[in-house]
């Protein structure tokens, strides 16, 4: 079994990606010294100048500012919404001559047909490839069954992850789900949790226990909206299931480096992540009305949202949500 982490991936929505050097590397060192066998340090996408450094992550960056951890996957994420198969051409080379060996693309059911390009590309240039199905809690089976038929005829991608993106599931979704997944695929299967119910350490426990070889956490659960499942916690929980990971680095880096970005950020459950995953409202829209706005416009905005397709976050639709009466 892998467990990855996906701190400076997903954690980034809290800071925009800036997180300082020093840290990444005392992060790196900590996953090595606690036998991680996975890391995802950001996203690799075209150059931007309003995010931070982890969301543009390059081989030139990697090799000049980062300690490389002896683990055995050291990978970007990108964003299939971003990419097209000329710019991947532009932004990886070949496996060997990269510090990294793993790529993860995310994308939506719908969209799954523009990703195979790339994803093939990036097969041949010798990656471990991964693919996330973001918002799998709402599909049909028929539906996730289809699309894991599909992607195992593409023959390019190693792991097939389900990501609770909107952080409704439960035991009962989490069986199901990889169940219709493994009527499709025959490959490696990974689950990535959100925490919107405070579920994602239990959902997590419950996809290894049916089998999932590939699971995600981060550092005091540091992720989009309400966040993920707590490495910590599952390293933990592992261990007492005879896994021999090194809990005391992990603490460590989490009570030293990470405390203080929980406390000044504020991830984690709460009622409006709770009702957005009951809802389907993306939790960008919860994210962003957090940081500003009373609690009363908030519950407002979210009625509102609950009667709209709010599964993907909207600019417009966020502004009548906040003016709704």
């Known amino acids: 079994?892998?467990?990855?982490?996906?701190t400076f991936r997903d954690g980034g929505y809290y800071n925009n990606w800036d997180f300082d050097l020093d840290l990444a590397n005392d992060y790196l060192i900590s996953m090595e010294k606690a036998k991680i066998d996975a890391v995802e340090i950001g996203f690799r996408s075209s150059p931007k100048k309003d995010v931070g450094k982890f969301a543009k992550v390059t081989?030139?960056?990697i090799e000049d500012n980062?300690?490389?951890?002896?683990?055995?996957y050291f990978g970007v994420m990108i964003n299939?919404?971003?990419?097209?198969?000329?710019?991947?051409?532009?932004l990886f080379c070949y496996s060997d001559e990269s510090p990294i060996n793993l790529v993860r693309s995310a994308t939506h059911f719908h969209k799954l047909d523009e990703v195979e390009i790339v994803l093939k590309h990036l097969k041949s240039l010798g990656y471990t490839v991964t693919l996330n199905l973001m918002q799998a809690a709402d599909k049909s089976y028929d539906e996730m069954r289809d699309a894991a038929k599909k992607i195992n005829r593409w023959k390019c991608v190693d792991v097939l992850y389900l990501a609770d993106s909107l952080g409704g599931m439960n035991h009962d979704s989490v069986n199901y789900s990889f169940k219709a997944l493994r009527e499709g695929w025959y490959g490696s299967l990974g689950f990535h949790g959100h925490n919107n119910k405070g579920q994602a350490l239990n959902n997590t426990l419950e996809a290894i226990d049916i089998g999932v070889e590939w699971v995600d956490g981060t550092?005091?659960?540091?992720?989009?909206?309400?966040?993920?499942?707590?490495?910590?916690?599952?390293?933990?929980?592992?261990?007492?299931r005879n896994f021999e990971f090194e809990l005391e680095p992990i603490y460590e880096l989490a009570m030293n480096c990470f405390y203080s970005l929980k406390l000044t950020h504020n991830w984690g459950p709460s009622l409006p992540y709770y009702l957005s995953a009951e809802y389907n409202i993306h939790p960008t829209y919860i994210q962003n009305m957090l940081i500003k706005y009373h609690i009363q416009t908030i519950l407002r905005a979210i009625f509102y949202l609950r009667d709209k397709d709010a599964r993907f976050f909207n600019e417009n639709l966020f502004k009548e949500a906040l003016n709704a009466e």
């Not at 079994?1 to 996906?6: F, G, K, N, P």
């Not at 980062?66 to 055995?72: A, E, G, R, S, T």
């Not at 916690?233 to 007492?240: A, F, G, S």
């Open 80 to 90: 299939s919404a971003e990419y097209d198969y000329h710019l991947v051409r532009k």
């Open 219 to 240: 550092i005091l659960g540091m992720g989009r909206g309400p966040g993920n499942t707590e490495t910590e916690y599952l390293l933990n929980e592992l261990n007492k």
């Open 66 to 72: 980062l300690y490389i951890p002896d683990i055995k």
């Open 59 to 61: 081989d030139y960056f």
């Open 1 to 6: 079994m892998i467990v990855l982490d996906a």
